[in-house]
């Protein structure tokens, strides 16, 4: 199974995924430093794949700084994840990870330094393993409320390069397949940052998964023509409402959806819930440069000085979404919101 993300002999192992489809280029990132940087320009992608990283980058530091003074050891830590919570506001995961990661720090602070580099690095094992089983969950229950024929759109990339592996969107693509069901996948280019074009037909064409590139302007004119039988997406942030933040673009195709009467499905792991916040409007989206509207892949495709508005995700409200589908069962209308609650409090 491809997994973006790995521990190796003390430094995180990531697939530079800016660097797709061109180049497929591994690089073991050594300092927190580095890692911010790597999630900032999306060498690290996709939320709960930030999340992954950014545990791996606490266990790091704390690997990495040879002390056997333990309050030195803590402060280290809890500075990286200052620096870690700095790089991108949206996905709640990367929150969510280094919230568990304080958590386990604050449960061993009294133990001694290499017990705590050990217990850090467990964390941050046990987060990737539970990642990848809530993915392969999220395809079994998916995978019911696929067709048994039919085009799938989805929309940027919720594959194995954005999650620990396998991925939620493309994991329950993936799921229906082995399944048997006969699924063709339509991908969303994604503009700006090409998630669609560049990396979810990359990882599909490596498992032999049969998909087709589409302009994000062309999914309305496909549904109207009755080429899409179901969309499926993932999250960045969900509210205790339902609302979904995720990938600019993913509100139009969840408009378009709803008119022509096709199911639209977000797939996510229950760490993607914000269950503080009551709606969608208050999750924050982040604000990007505009030169990756102007300058796509550093080529210069609009005047000098033109102005941009680079939002990264957008907000769908839940009264646009048939079903979340999450590692511990399918959120539904009427009762969405209660059955979000109910699956974040299941201990695991
Ligand atoms: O800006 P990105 O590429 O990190 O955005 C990723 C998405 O919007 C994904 O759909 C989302 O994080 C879910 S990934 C399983």
Not at 12 to 27: F, G, M, Y
Not at 134 to 149: F, N, S
Not at 153 to 163: D, M, S
Request: aromatic content about 4%; overall charge negative; hydrophobic content about 40%.
């Amino acid at each position: 199974m491809l997994s973006p993300i790995s521990w190796k002999e003390n430094t995180v192992r990531i697939l530079r995924q800016t660097k797709l489809p061109d180049q497929e280029i591994w690089v073991d990132i050594e300092s927190i430093e580095q890692l911010a940087e790597a999630i900032r320009i999306l060498d690290v992608r996709g939320a709960p794949a930030i999340g992954v990283a950014a545990a791996f980058g606490i266990a790091m530091v704390a690997h990495k700084h040879a002390t056997s003074d333990k309050q030195e050891l803590i402060t280290i830590a809890e500075q990286a994840s200052k620096l870690l919570a700095s790089t991108r506001p949206t996905a709640v995961n990367l929150f969510w990870a280094l919230d568990r990661m304080e958590k386990k720090l604050n449960e061993v602070r009294d133990q001694d330094a290499s017990m705590i580099r050990s217990a850090l690095l467990k964390e941050a094992q046990a987060i990737q393993e539970q990642d990848i089983q809530a993915c392969l969950d999220i395809g079994k229950y998916g995978a019911e409320l696929l067709p048994e024929a039919g085009n799938v759109l989805t929309h940027c990339n919720a594959g194995a390069l954005a999650t620990g592996g396998y991925g939620t969107a493309l994991g329950v693509i993936r799921s229906a397949i082995e399944q048997g069901k006969d699924i063709r996948v339509l991908a969303n280019e994604t503009r700006p940052l090409l998630q669609g074009a560049r990396l979810t037909t990359w990882e599909l064409q490596k498992d032999d998964i049969p998909v087709t590139l589409v302009c994000d302007n062309a999914s309305g004119a496909l549904m109207r023509q009755g080429k899409i039988q179901a969309c499926v997406v993932g999250a960045d942030r969900i509210a205790a409402n339902g609302d979904v933040v995720n990938k600019i673009g993913t509100y139009t195709v969840a408009v378009c959806a709803r008119r022509h009467g096709i199911p639209f499905y977000v797939a996510a792991p229950t760490s993607t819930i914000d269950i503080s916040l009551s709606s969608g409007e208050e999750i924050p989206i982040e604000q990007r440069a505009g030169a990756e509207i102007t300058h796509p892949r550093g080529v210069c495709i609009a005047p000098d000085g033109t102005q941009t508005i680079n939002q990264a995700f957008d907000l769908t409200p839940a009264t646009l979404i048939s079903a979340i589908v999450t590692e511990r069962g399918v959120a539904k209308h009427p009762d969405m919101p209660n059955q979000l609650l109910e699956f974040c409090r299941i201990e695991t």
